[in-house]
Each structure stands twice: as structure tokens, then as C-alpha cells.
């Protein structure tokens, strides 16, 4: 089983921003979401991940079988490269950490500080670190910031291979990825309504 | 968990990880103390235990907002949240790195602190002891105080002050071992009041951390 969201409505800040949202993500399939800034993808995304609760509505997934990477890469500036990768592999308990430095092209940077890396290199560092959890689906918001155009081809390939491999992918974007098999999912029509006043006392607080 | 653990040590004593930040301060707080109150070598010693307990506590005040605002910067603690280890377990690691490299250095360092301030003789056992015992508890109710206050800009201050009344009973015992030791009384029901509070953060605040911490999150 993939993931299934039902009849989710979502808040940021205590005001509701997307209801009535649902959605299956099936293994091996991507869904990319779209929709203007401040409409809720992040919260819909961080609420998925499970990192804060719903209004209502239910996110179904198996249990531990989401990763989320958000707009931080979680990147220790004074580890090297390799010594980040390992840290987050046996965190999710795994040990391989060289297919995704392949897949990301970081051979070259192993032992390089974190810190030293330019912008791209860290985002591609972090999109690695995808790779290492182990993890059938993953949860993203915006991973393209500061990539190249080889480097988003790069990412791609990557979330390609892992819904080859039987995986999933939840993508919140503004740019277009090059996975003409992912069905993208416009958020826009979600907006919830201004909440209405229909106690007198909440008009004035 | 081993990883975390290992990371967060590793992480201290490279470049601006701050270890050894506060045995420094430590050491200058007693260099300071003669200096303020004048050389006579026995006020000193009727106040050294005190001094050094005060100054344990401070230094270890001082690391606290690195437990977990590093971590809330870059995202690490997100991404934490979401991997396979319960937040319980994450504040527990936490705190445990916090005083492998604020507390024990301290605890290690105290003796010859103690002769700086010309401490008797009978002082330094109980006054290794009591902070061995208390400055576990230290690190823990300051991780609490950290995971209250992440995400703050400048949260420090913030932090210090909701920390430090909740240091009072820890310093109120720990001192008083250490001065009872000094004067060569019995200090068992001082030590034993010390340890059972350090016992009891040890088993009750990480839970109030973890729920704090996955509010703060939100």
C-alpha cells in the first residue's frame, strides 16, 4: 500500500488554508503538486509526513514507510558529505550510502566539509539522503531549489528508478520535473473558505 | 540511536561545536571569584563549594540553546521527527550528548577548580559526588528548556529564565553536600535528596520534552 489521504483539511497558523482534499498514491506511481504560493502545499505535505495534525480528514500510510524533505536540507555544515549520509543511513538502519552518491554524483565530494558545498551541492546532498533511508515513499517539497538543469535530469532518474523500484512520490513543484508519468495534482480548487463567524463573542477576538 | 549520539559529539568538538566553551567560562567565573571577594584564603574556603557549584550551574547554562536550535535550523529536527526513532528517545540522546560535553568536563575539571579556590581538603569528595549526581540533571531539565523555546528568534534569554528557578532544588542540595563535606559533617540525606531528584527528571521530563518539542514542531 501506498498512501492515502482522505477528505483532509489542513490548517497553518490556526487558519484552515486546503479542504476537502483526497487522494490515493499507489506503488510506483508520482503525484506532483501544483498550485500558487501560501495555498497550503508545505502544510499539506509537512501534514502527510505527520509532523502535524490534521483538522480532519485521515492520512492512511503503512507505518514508517514515509520520508519528507522539506525546504532544509538538515545538513551539518562541519561533517563531510559521506559522514552526513552515514549519520541519516543509520538512523533508518541501513549501511549503503554509495548508491546514492552515485546517483547523485557527490563521489567527487565525500570528504569535502558540508559547509564548503555550494547551494546545489547541499540540495543534491539532501536529495541523497532520500536514497539512504530506504524508505517506498517519499514525501517532497520543492527539491528542485538551486539545481541545475543536469542536476534536476539527475533527480529525476532518481525518483524514476525508485518508482521502477516499486516506490512512491509525493512532489510539490513550480517547475516542470521531465516525469511525464506522474500525475499532477492541482491544489488551487482546495482553498477552504474564510471560516464564518457564527458565534457573536468570536466576531470580536 | 548510537548515531545520534555519535553525531552530536562529533559535532561538538569540531570547529564551533562549543565544547569546552563552558569549562572555559568555568575556569574564569573561580579566577573571578578571588579577585571580587579579596585573597583571604579562609573566606574562600568557607565559600569555594558554593562558587563552584554557581559556576558549574552558569556554564551549563550557557550551552543549552545549542541542544536543539542548531538541529531547528537546518532542518535536521524536522527530518528527525519524521525518521524512525521516537521523540522520547531523541531528547534522551540529547541531553546525554549535552552533558558528556558540558557536565562531565566540569565534573572532571572541578577538583583543580577547587584548589583555585582553596577548598579544604574534606570538601572534594562530596563536591565531586554531588556534581556527578546533579549535573545530569542539569542537562536534562535544560533540554526541556530548549525543546520550550525552539524556534525563537534569540530564545536564549527566553530559556534561561525558565531554566534557572527550575535549577533552585538541584543547587540548594548539591551546594549544601558540598558544604556539609567541608565542614566534615555527615551529608547522606543532602546526597540522597539529589540524587532522587536527578532520578526523577531523568524518568519524567524527557516525556515532557518529546511533547513539547512535537508541539513547537507543528
Known amino acids: ?205 | 540511536m548510537i548515531a545520534l549520539l555519535i553525531r552530536d559529539l562529533r559535532l561538538a568538538i569540531r570547529a564551533g561545536g562549543g565544547f569546552g566553551l563552558g569549562l572555559a567560562f568555568f575556569l574564569i567565573v573561580v579566577t573571578l571569584v578571588p579577585f571580587a571577594v579579596g585573597p583571604q584564603s579562609d573566606l574562600l574556603a568557607r565559600i569555594a563549594a558554593g562558587i563552584l557549584w554557581l559556576g558549574a550551574l552558569l556554564s551549563c547554562l550557557l550551552s543549552l540553546d545549542r541542544i536543539l536550535a542548531l538541529d531547528w535550523e537546518d532542518g535536521s529536527l524536522d527530518l528527525l521527527a519524521t525518521a524512525p526513532l521516537p521523540m522520547e528517545a531523541i531528547v534522551s540522546i540529547k541531553a546525554l550528548a549535552h552533558w558528556l560535553t558540558t557536565g562531565l568536563p566540569l565534573v572532571l575539571a572541578a577538583p583543580v577548580f577547587g584548589l583555585l579556590l582553596s577548598l579544604p581538603e574534606a570538601g572534594y569528595k562530596p563536591l565531586i559526588i554531588s556534581l556527578l549526581l546533579g549535573t545530569p540533571a542539569l542537562s536534562v531539565i535544560g533540554t526541556f528548556g530548549a525543546a520550550l523555546t525552539v524556534g525563537l528568534k534569540r530564545g536564549g534569554l527566553l530559556l534561561s529564565l525558565l531554566v534557572l528557578p527550575l535549577y533552585v532544588p538541584i543547587l540548594i542540595f548539591g551546594a549544601e553536600m558540598a558544604r556539609r563535606g567541608v565542614d566534615g559533617l555527615d551529608y547522606t540525606t543532602p546526597l540522597l535528596m539529589l540524587a532522587g531528584i536527578t532520578c526523577g527528571t531523568i524518568a519524567l521530563l524527557p516525556f515532557a520534552s518529546a511533547a513539547v518539542l512535537k508541539v513547537n514542531l507543528r
Open chain 1, 1 to 205: 500500500m501506498g498512501l492515502n489521504v482522505s477528505d483532509l483539511t489542513i490548517a497553518r497558523g490556526g487558519i484552515k488554508v486546503l479542504e476537502g482534499i483526497s487522494f490515493a498514491l499507489e506503488p510506483g506511481c508520482a503525484i506532483v503538486l501544483r498550485g500558487p504560493n501560501g495555498i497550503g502545499k508545505t502544510t499539506l505535505l509537512r501534514t502527510v509526513a505527520g509532523l502535524q495534525p490534521p483538522v480532519s480528514g485521515r492520512v492512511e500510510a503503512a507505518p514508517e514507510s514515509l520520508v519528507y524533505a522539506g525546504h532544509s536540507d538538515g545538513i551539518k555544515a562541519t561533517l563531510s558529505v559521506a559522514e552526513n549520509l552515514e549519520f541519516w543511513a543509520q538512523v533508518f538502519g541501513n549501511s549503503d550510502i554509495y548508491v546514492a552518491i552515485e546517483a547523485f554524483q557527490l563521489d567527487r565530494l565525500t570528504t569535502r566539509p558540508a559547509g564548503g558545498l555550494s547551494a546545489g551541492q547541499k540540495r543534491r546532498l539532501g536529495l541523497a539522503r532520500l536514497l539512504v533511508t530506504g524508505r517506498p515513499v517519499w514525501v517532497l517539497d520543492e527539491p528542485t531549489v538551486s539545481l541545475d538543469a543536469e542536476a534536476v535530469a539527475m533527480f529525476a532518474e532518481a525518483v524514476r528508478r525508485h518508482l521502477r523500484g516499486g516506490g512512491s512520490a509525493l512532489i510539490a513543484t513550480h517547475i516542470d520535473l521531465g516525469l511525464p508519468e506522474a500525475e499532477v495534482l492541482e491544489v488551487g480548487p482546495y482553498r477552504a473558505k474564510p471560516a464564518e463567524a457564527d458565534d457573536f463573542d468570536e466576531a470580536f477576538l
